[in-house]
């Protein structure tokens, strides 16, 4: 069983950058870890993955203003956000999947996430751009 702790959400006008960070209570190293949010009323998404060597993907809507990273030793998880807009509002949580590789896209078999390797979830961090 792993616990995930998010963290480093918070309110920031547009433009603005925020990092957040996930704490594992286990070792991840071998896992892939993602990055997802939810904004009200709207279905879970795909933000970022690490597969466990290291290789980030990202959904094409935020590849350039996000960075995904692990610290290993750490069993930390990093989301590094900029260029942040109003739309970005959302809780992002962190997943880690019983796979190394990461589904790709990162967002795929979201509407069964167990089925697509996520296993465990973190409770959310909530992220509000205002304009």
């Known amino acids: 069983q792993v616990q995930l702790v998010e963290s480093g959400g918070g309110s920031v006008q547009a433009g603005g950058s925020l990092r957040l960070s996930c704490v594992a209570s286990?070792?991840?190293?071998?896992?892939?870890m993602g990055w997802f949010r939810q904004a009200p009323g709207q279905k879970r998404e795909g933000v970022a993955g690490?597969?466990?060597?290291?290789?980030?993907s990202y959904a094409d809507s935020l590849r350039g203003r996000v960075t995904i990273s692990k610290d290993n030793a750490k069993n930390t998880l990093y989301l590094q956000m900029g260029s942040l807009k109003p739309e970005d509002t959302a809780i992002y949580y962190c997943?880690?999947?019983?796979?190394?590789?990461?589904?790709?896209?990162?967002?795929?078999?979201?509407?069964?996430?167990?089925?697509?390797?996520?296993?465990?979830w973190g409770q959310g961090t909530q992220v509000t751009v205002s304009s």
């Open positions: 690490i597969d466990a060597d290291g290789t980030p």
């Open positions: 997943a880690a999947s019983v796979n190394e590789v990461c589904p790709s896209p990162i967002g795929y078999g979201l509407d069964a996430p167990t089925t697509a390797g996520w296993m465990y």
């Open positions: 286990g070792d991840t190293r071998r896992n892939c």
